[in-house]
């Protein structure tokens, strides 16, 4: 019998540290920079690599590298999806950093669920509000952006973010 070993990182997770990491030490020099605004960009529910992302971002924020400005959930396919951003942003102490989600017309993202909906439904564990449905993403995309000044926010993606 052949014994597959999965990765430790997917594609995914190794693409949103290499951006972070990018966004903390700029791309051109090794100079540490000040504290970088971020979106989070994510179609998180059908692989572990958004949660794994996300973990490394609140901790970032933990350390005051980056301050996280909100969370966009940019799939529809998956509606536990955004409940297990709620849980994650919970877990890490920031229960009331916005979150919004895509509400297009058209599916966007993998609707398959291993872990999302355990995760969503979860709110007695992780005191989170939002299970399978928040706030419509565009305008509120629009929103966070106009409270910052021009070219000082970082957006990292590892969703669909041409769905807004
Ligand atoms: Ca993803």
Known sequence: MKKFIKPLFSHGSI??????????FGINDNTVSDEVKVIFDT???????????????????????????????????????????????????????PLVQFQGNIIIGDSRNFYSQYIAEADSIYGHSVIDSTTESTLAYKKLLRKQTNKSVTIITVGHPVAH
């Open 43 to 97: 179609d998180m529910g059908s692989d572990c690599d958004d949660a794994g992302a996300m973990a490394v971002l609140h901790k970032l924020a933990d350390r005051g590298e980056i301050e996280i400005l909100g969370i966009i959930f940019s799939s529809n396919a998956n509606k536990f999806g955004v409940g297990t951003c709620a849980a994650i942003n919970s877990y890490y102490g920031r229960k009331d950093l």
């Open 15 to 24: 693409i949103a540290l290499a951006l972070i990491l990018s966004c903390r």
